[in-house]
């Protein structure tokens, strides 16, 4: 009767040990913890009270707290880069940042392709520029990569109708936002 009781007990010993070794902190362990570092992200607000857009060339702005419409009503036969530009610096130890556009763009007569870029304030190199697509007067939403030379200087963000010739376009943006992680 004894070496009946004693076997499953000396089984249970080894199974125990060897769980033990497997999940200890061995590099063969099977459940070794791995820490998990979540690292908030942070969302900037483009478009709001705080945020004014300024015009430049043949564009008129009209901006509330949640909307921005670019309007570029022009007669130059010449290639124009009529824009609307918001100075801004964002600040952050963060290294990755994402812009986010929820956007509507629509050439009426005429043609112009719209593109956002932002640009060193100080000496107007341009630190990231990308097309937007033309959408008919339907909105679409669009995240970029930002490269992180934009943190920490004062920058320009800017939103283009570019022409060659006579049109009316528009742009307009329901959220615009920055953000970092």
């Known amino acids: 009767m004894m070496k009946r009781s004693i076997k499953p007990i000396i089984a249970l010993v080894i199974a125990l040990s060897i769980l033990t070794l497997l999940t200890s902190q061995w590099p063969w362990g099977v459940a070794q913890s ?3 570092n979540l690292i908030p992200s942070q969302e900037i607000k483009l478009i709001d009270n705080k945020h004014i857009w300024k015009r430049y060339g043949d564009t008129i702005i009209s901006q509330n707290q949640s909307n921005l419409q670019i309007v570029v009503v022009t007669a130059h036969k010449d290639k124009t880069h009529s824009r609307a530009f918001l100075p801004t610096q964002i600040n952050s130890t963060m290294n990755k940042s994402l812009l986010n556009l929820d956007y509507a763009s629509q050439s009426n007569k005429g043609n112009a392709t719209f593109f956002v870029e932002i640009r060193n304030k100080n ?3 341009i630190l990231w520029s990308d097309f937007l697509n033309n959408t008919n007067g339907l ?10 030379n934009i943190l920490n200087q004062p920058i320009e963000l800017r939103l283009y109708a570019a022409t060659n010739g006579p049109g009316e376009h528009i742009l307009t943006v329901k959220k615009a936002s920055i953000i970092i992680h």
């Open 34 to 36: 791995q820490e998990i």
């Open 123 to 125: 000496n107007s190199n």
């Open 139 to 148: 909105l679409t939403n669009k995240t970029f990569t930002l490269h992180n």
